[in-house]
């Protein structure tokens, strides 16, 4: 069974893509960089049947971890509640634990993450050294 529009729209989320068609891929005129979105679709149609309960369990972790970030900052300002001090760097561990994730599920479905994207923009600057493979355009010298 193939992931249903609505899979597929949620792993184009969370690996940073941007749920547009190509007619709507100009921004004020400027047209978006939207070359390399051949890839992921390619990558999840070619998902093996045996794989697909590992992909959709994966983004299943990454909506978790999404909802927990939006949860986290509405604690914020709290500093102390009662007996309990909330951790200052809940949010920054949660958005680790989002990127670890996220390339989890890029690398079952052999799909880049949207090197475009502002929250992959400096991933190897949030995750430790070693961990994450480089994402971006290749240097040049």
């Not at 249903?4 to 005129?29: C, D, F, Q, W």
């Not at 949207?114 to 040049?140: E, H, T």
Request: net charge neutral; hydrophobic share 45%.
């Amino acid at each position: 069974m193939a992931f249903s529009v609505t899979e597929k729209a949620r792993i184009r989320y969370h690996l940073g893509y941007p749920n547009v068609s190509a007619m709507a891929s100009l921004s004020a005129g400027v047209p978006l960089p939207l070359q390399p979105m051949f890839l992921v679709e390619a990558a999840m149609d070619r998902v093996l049947p045996e794989a697909e309960a590992l992909v959709r369990t994966l983004v299943a972790r990454l909506d978790q971890t999404d909802e927990a970030i939006f949860q986290a900052q509405l604690r914020l300002q709290a500093e102390r509640v009662d007996e309990i001090t909330l951790r200052k760097d809940e949010t920054d561990a949660l958005e680790r634990e989002y990127l670890r994730q996220a390339m989890r599920l890029s690398e079952t479905i052999h799909a880049p993450v949207y090197a475009f994207s502002a929250r992959f923009a400096n991933i190897n600057a949030i995750v430790p050294q070693g961990s994450a493979p480089k994402v971006g355009m290749i240097g040049v010298r």
